[in-house]
């Protein structure tokens, strides 16, 4: 389209006269400054260019960042990584070539952003989430996003998304509201990881996180300072027992001593507790990922030990009566993943319970079949929400009202591999999930979210409400 033809189409000569009008009635000062505004209200912003680059994530691994202009500006977006663990998550397009970070790299995805997705969405409105994400869609044409790559559709995806809150001129958390029909805002109550285990870290621990919930907290600030405060406190306890070496940190930030069973690490969070004085308003959450360590029907808690007994290995039901003596002897609240991502019967009966939480990550992975099915068999009654598993802004808010239908929790989650984005935050708000997991409350792109959320509470002043002790309303 040529610049004549654009302004045409838009009528442009007709609003600069009307803007020029309007700074007249208004003897504004600044008459420059007046017709520039009014022209940004008067004319209808669209995508303008769509750029992509190879950045690194928080374990040096490449990931997706997405640069979207439209006549307001560039919005920027990096989409975070994990560790692909099946057939029911959208596919991470990597390039494959050894020579270069390992096969890792993601160029191929960054030019399917440079090269087809954006000649698709130039010319459309940012606000149009939808239309943005199911252009997309149809654009790749496969299930699992594997032809463009769901580390390229995401990072577009959420790209737009805080495109689109800008031309609506409002905070990005409520732009998601009104995306999702989501009236009632509140802040998450965050899940700390303290302590971490399995493949996040390199202690024989099996279990993958420990995590503290501040739900006695009245606001997210005093959520984070309870946060903060325990995890320091941690520290102290296990620089006393183990020493100074023993306060390595894993990929999330989470301490990382050298222990091997779950309740040595649950012993160590309960003294930090007890230290800082809050006690019955910190709860604790355990991130099992036990797929890692399943093994046919049996569980192999000794998975990571260089000198296997042979003596750790328990039955669906061995695990079922662990959980009930841990969640009798200790303040837990939470339980993600206690069993294998296929071992539906162990996990139904112990959500049956009626215990704890029981938060479904490998055995959902935020796909719809699989939470559809989770739904009809009473499996689990939480969501973890991976946005780059199921690919789109759009899917994500449909994912969620699934699990809200059935009254579940939602808990809006990051990847081991992490960026500075702080969308994360945002989305929690927005959907109104009233738990996230962000991570320890140290290292820079756990704390982008966390510190986000400061920021939200503050700018939602007097009508802010904090999850506490509501921490599962859905």
């Known amino acids: ?31 420059v400054l007046f017709i520039s505004n009014h022209m940004k209200k008067a004319v209808s912003s669209v995508i303008t260019k769509v750029k992509a680059r190879q950045i690194l994530d928080s374990r040096g691994i490449p990931t997706v960042e997405v640069d979207l202009y439209t006549n307001k500006g560039m919005f920027r977006a990096s989409v975070p990584s994990g560790t692909p ?9 990597r390039d494959g070539d050894k020579g270069k970070y390992l096969g890792n790299g993601v160029t191929r995805a960054v030019r399917n952003v440079n090269e087809k997705i954006s000649e698709a969405l130039i010319g459309m409105d940012p606000k149009l989430q939808s239309q943005i994400d199911h252009v997309m869609i149809d654009l790749d044409k496969t299930e699992k996003k594997g032809e463009l790559g769901v580390n390229a559709i995401l990072a577009v995806s959420i790209a737009a998304c805080k495109a689109g809150a800008a031309e609506k001129e409002v905070p990005l958390y409520k732009h998601i509201a009104d995306l999702s029909g989501q009236s009632n805002l509140f802040l998450p109550v965050p899940a700390f ?16 996180e420990i995590m503290i919930l501040p739900i006695g907290a009245t606001r997210f600030e005093e959520a984070l300072q309870m946060g903060s405060e325990t995890y320091h406190h941690l520290k102290a306890v296990i620089t006393e027992k183990y020493g100074a070496h023993g306060c ?3 990929e999330d930030g989470g301490l990382a ?14 003294e930090a507790i007890s230290r800082t004085g809050y006690n019955e308003k910190i709860k604790i959450a355990i991130d099992v990922a036990a797929t890692d360590f399943c093994i046919g029907a049996k569980y192999d808690l ?7 007994s042979g003596q750790n290995f ?31 019967e162990h996990i139904k009966n112990f959500c049956g319970l009626g215990i704890c939480q029981v938060v479904g990550d490998d055995l959902l992975m935020s796909n719809p079949k699989r939470i559809e099915r989770a739904k009809r068999e009473s499996t689990c009654n939480a969501l973890l929400l991976k946005v780059n598993q199921v690919g789109t802004v759009t899917e994500a808010i449909e994912v969620v009202k699934l699990a809200k239908d059935a009254h ?7 990847r081991c591999g992490e960026t500075e984005d702080s969308f994360l935050a945002d989305l929690s708000v927005g959907l109104a999930t009233g738990q996230i997991k962000a991570g320890a409350p140290c290292r820079g792109e756990r704390l982008a979210k966390y510190n986000q959320l400061i920021r939200i509470e503050e700018e939602l002043g007097d009508q802010v409400v904090y999850a506490g002790e509501d921490w599962r309303q859905s």
């Open 193 to 208: 990881t303290v302590i971490s285990g399995g493949k996040h870290a390199g202690n024989t621990l099996a279990a993958q």
């Open 85 to 93: 663990i099946g057939m029911y998550e959208a596919v991470e397009l």
């Open 302 to 308: 000794d998975f990571k030990s260089p000198n296997k």
């Open 257 to 270: 001593p050298n222990i091997s069973s779950i309740r040595e690490g649950l012993d160590l969070v309960k």
């Open 1 to 31: 389209m040529s610049v004549q033809d654009y302004l045409d189409k838009h009528m442009l000569s007709r609003k600069i006269e009307d803007a020029v009008n309007a700074a007249v009635r208004a003897k504004t000062s600044d008459p």
């Open 314 to 344: 328990k039955s669906g039901e061995d695990m079922i009566e662990m959980y009930k003596e841990l969640c009798n002897d200790y303040p837990i609240v939470s339980i993600e993943d206690p069993f294998d991502k296929e071992d539906w």
């Open 408 to 414: 579940w929790g939602v808990v809006t989650s990051h």
């Open 248 to 250: 390595h940190v894993g």
